[in-house]
């Protein structure tokens, strides 16, 4: 009697024998799957430095952006403020970013990191890089260029 593949699992053969066709053939179920597999690598990535997806936006923004205002970095990041503002303090409290009033308009908070948060945020793009090498191996550095154009037509415009 053959045996199988040590690779294959119960839930492979279970999910093997679901037909799911019609759901691959929409867009939105292939991004949400193909959205799994990434995140699962990223988080696992950002976890050994203890950030959330939410976390490492702020850092990537402000290490591009310094001194830019909550304002701006909440429309940038598609964050609710209220939802930023809270983000942005424990970020604070970590001594990972600064945040200062405007000279020019004293109701306007410009955020930037300190050396701590520059430090981190480049240890956590490293991290990143490598959850998308993990997640992402079977496809050629050209059609991982190629997907992220696609994907940026949908979201950008």
């Known amino acids: 009697m053959p045996t199988k593949p040590a690779s294959l699992n119960i839930d492979d053969e279970l999910s093997a024998q679901v037909d799911q066709s019609e759901l691959l053939g929409l867009l939105g179920y292939n991004v949400r799957r193909a959205y799994l597999v990434i995140q699962t690598h990223f988080d696992a990535q950002m976890e050994k430095l203890d950030l959330r997806q939410a976390d490492f936006a702020v850092l990537s923004m402000l290490r591009s952006n310094p001194g830019?205002?909550?304002?701006?970095?909440?429309?940038?990041?598609?964050?609710?403020?209220?939802?930023?503002?809270?983000?942005?303090?424990?970020?604070?409290?970590?001594?990972?970013?600064?945040?200062?009033?405007?000279?020019?308009?004293?109701?306007?908070?410009?955020?930037?990191?300190?050396?701590?948060?520059?430090?981190?945020?480049?240890?956590?793009?490293?991290?990143?890089?490598?959850?998308d090498e993990a997640a992402l191996h079977q496809l050629s550095a050209g059609e991982r260029e190629q997907l992220k154009r696609l994907l940026s037509k949908i979201f950008a415009g």
Request: no cysteine; aromatic share 0%.
């Open 68 to 131: 830019i205002n909550q304002k701006a970095l909440a429309e940038a990041l598609a964050i609710a403020p209220p939802n930023l503002a809270t983000l942005l303090d424990r970020l604070e409290s970590s001594g990972l970013l600064g945040r200062q009033r405007s000279t020019d308009d004293k109701r306007i908070q410009l955020v930037s990191l300190t050396p701590q948060g520059v430090k981190l945020h480049t240890q956590a793009l490293k991290a990143a890089q490598k959850a």
